[in-house]
């Protein structure tokens, strides 16, 4: 119970921290830091410690930023495969097998997308914007559809 607890406070703090990170007054504060980092410079003539304050500063913002922005993506991708797998599911001319698609390995999707560029060329070949195919049927309904706009002529 209280690891659930921490991680939802964690993903809570991600969330957040990732949306104000992105926002124009965090980028303007950040520059007017650098900006006043500059100008300190011949204060403290350029040296060593002077240059060590932004660069560890840096350095340490952007290693614990790397791990909440990755949070907050990895939770977005999740939310985004289940609307898209809802939707895949939802459509009677979607094939089923797209709903885990993203545990398909590299090979299996450069093949996947393969086969969805040869339904866009055979698409584009009937001039028709508007076709659609699913994985199993796509042939089959493009041999179909020419047959039937052909006996409608």
């Known amino acids: 119970m209280k690891k659930h607890k921490v991680v939802k406070m964690f993903d809570r703090f991600a969330t957040k921290i990732t949306y104000y990170s992105g926002r124009p007054l965090t980028f303007f504060t950040a ?11 011949p204060v403290f003539k350029y040296s060593d410690t002077w240059q060590l304050v932004i660069n560890t500063g ?17 939770k977005d991708t999740v939310a985004i495969h289940l609307k898209l797998n809802e939707l895949i599911a939802a459509t ?10 993203e545990d398909l390995t590299e090979e299996e999707l450069i093949l996947l997308k393969n086969f969805y ?7 584009q070949k009937d001039k028709d914007i508007f076709s659609t195919h699913s994985i199993d049927e796509a042939e089959e309904l493009h041999s179909s559809k020419k047959r039937s706009s052909k006996s409608r002529q």
Request: charged letters at 10%.
């Open 92 to 101: 009677k001319t979607a094939s089923n097998r797209l709903v885990s698609v």
């Open 31 to 41: 520059l007017l830091i650098v900006v006043i980092w500059a100008i300190t410079g």
């Open 117 to 123: 560029i040869k339904l866009a060329k055979l698409a």
């Open 58 to 74: 840096t350095t340490i913002i952007t290693f614990l930023m790397v791990f909440l922005i990755q949070q907050s993506q990895n």
